[in-house]
């Protein structure tokens, strides 16, 4: 019989599953709410993927109790759920090394992102940080808002003080806010122990119920009689 100390920990991994899928969900919803640093630094698609993830998590915490609750000789549901757990543990580290890879190039990647941006939206930018264009005053500047009032007031700007163009700003906040989701959330990482654990939770209980149901079929085989 599978000992209760091993199922408690199964059962704990397992809840901390559903707790994980559940976090990349409801965060991947609060974070599309309209913000508009926030929505530049983290894209629909980055948000897509947090939301399939979390979507995947839970369905393989559903799976995980019909697998579990099947009598000990059907171990067929715990061997599809540990698939499912590769399958999981697969897209953790294709979004986590995405995210990562993106940090490695912040200032060029969201350079492209800054100037697929809306007026609007770098004006609000541009208030916030109180700067004017990205790497220089003349690159990708957007006019108005209650800093960059005028042309002349951007020109006005010295090229050799970084604090006044949004490239700094921009990708400071954006180095923060990926790593807090690489190293916490997915993100991302941090998801894979619990997967890891919990398969090996999973070897381990379908390993113990398969030497019990040996042990019966030995026993029956003796008329019911044990070893000693």
Known sequence: MVSKKLMGVWAGLDFVLLASGILALVLSMVWRAPNVLMNLVLLPADLTAGTVLGVSLIVTFVISIAAIVQRNHVTIGLVILNYCLLIDSLMIVVIGTFVWWFTLQERANFHVVWQQA????????????????????????????????????????????????????????????????????????????????????TLCVIKKRQEDERFKKIDAKRGGRGFV
Do not use: E, H
Request: glycine letters at 6%; aromatic letters at 12%; a negative charge.
């Open 118 to 201: 809306s007026d609007a939206v770098r004006i609000d930018l541009q208030d916030k940080f109180k700067c004017c264009g990205y790497f220089g005053a003349n690159d990708t500047v957007s006019i108005g808002g209650n800093f960059c009032v005028s042309q002349d007031f951007v020109n006005s700007l010295k090229p050799d003080n970084l604090n006044n163009f949004c490239v700094t700003p921009v990708t400071n906040f954006a180095d923060s806010t990926l790593n807090n989701v690489f190293t916490t959330v997915t993100i991302v990482y941090g998801f894979m122990a619990v997967i890891l654990c919990l398969l090996l939770a």
